[in-house]
């Protein structure tokens, strides 16, 4: 399978051609992503039309089209764990495999955009790759011990703990936060105690050096629940503007004008309007409101998210 997921990545027409499954040691990083931001962004309809044609025909060039317009999505995720101890190069390199695996499995009948899809595969990879250069010892993988490895610290500077050897109440602490049992954080913590360094430690040697805390990933939403919520409001946007325009032009009205204006409209006034009695607006409003929402309930439908094993 990854022979045919290769053949199917394109190379940047450069003098020296980058291959997009990893930027390697004779082309710079910098020089890769300056290249794979000259691929277009797709719209839906192309992306749909791409993902159709690779998915029914095997369409080397559609695939293409597909994988290329999301190199830069890769690096961005990649970017978001630089700070594991490999090299961004090696987690773009596992970022689009993953992308790849994404291009394998993806149904664009799911009505859901692709980058959405993908983002699971890529950190999948990415994470794989951090877990088994961690450390001679390998650490464990279960999803409880991946959660306690990616978050760990994250959740001692939410609990406000500094300490590097966890007491039993800060063990407690942070398994109730991560939802995982104390067992798992207890044995992560060991594991990655001699890999921990101070997060005020100068990046180099340079007396104004910027401290490693600094560096960090900041803690707004991350790219996957970011692109999840973007995907969802436009799903919910396109089957709300369908629905609405089936019901009846009263009742839609009555219902745009109660739920969905600022400031709803009083039942006073569209009883005046429609002459006829507030109870009967009211009931006009809750009898759309209900077939507005069983429409789109019984359309709406939630992606099955593959797990990587």
Do not use: C
Request: proline residues 3%; aromatic residues 8%.
């Amino acid at each position: 399978m990854t022979k045919e997921i290769k053949t199917t990545l394109p190379s940047t027409k450069t003098n020296t051609m980058v291959p997009v499954y990893g930027a390697g040691d004779d082309v710079s990083l910098a020089k890769y992503i300056n290249e794979i931001q000259k691929f277009p962004i797709l719209s839906a309809e192309q992306e749909y039309e791409y993902a159709s044609r690779w998915a029914k025909n095997r369409d080397n060039m559609a695939a293409e089209k597909l994988v290329a317009s999301h190199l830069r999505l890769v690096v961005s995720v990649a970017y978001d764990f630089k700070n594991y101890g490999l090299p961004v190069s090696d987690l773009i390199a596992s970022g689009n495999m993953g992308l790849m695996q994404a291009l394998q499995k993806f149904d664009p009948e799911r009505g859901f955009r692709f980058s959405t899809y993908a983002m699971f595969w890529i950190k999948a990879e990415i994470y794989e790759t951090i877990l088994n250069n961690w450390s001679i010892v390998k650490l464990g993988s279960s999803a409880n011990q991946k959660r306690v490895f990616f978050n760990l610290t994250r959740a001692k500077r939410a609990l406000g703990i500094m300490d590097n050897n966890l007491s039993d109440e800060q063990t407690k602490q942070i398994a109730e936060y991560l939802d995982v049992p104390e067992s798992d954080v207890s044995r992560m913590a060991t594991r990655m105690s001699a890999r921990d360094v101070s997060l005020n430690a100068p990046l180099n040697t340079d007396s104004d050096s910027k401290d490693i805390l600094s560096n960090m990933a900041d803690t707004k939403i991350n790219i996957e629940e970011g692109l999840e919520q973007l995907e969802f409001k436009r799903r919910g946007y396109e089957l709300l503007k369908k629905h609405l325009s089936s019901l009846p032009e009263r009742d839609r009205e009555i219902l745009k004008a109660r739920r969905l204006s600022d400031p709803a409209a009083t039942l006073e006034t569209l009883s005046k309007k429609y002459n006829i009695s507030r109870e009967r607006v009211r009931q006009i409003e809750e009898r759309a409101f209900k077939k507005l929402k069983d429409a789109i309930l019984s359309e709406s439908e939630t992606p099955k998210l593959i797990n990587k094993e």
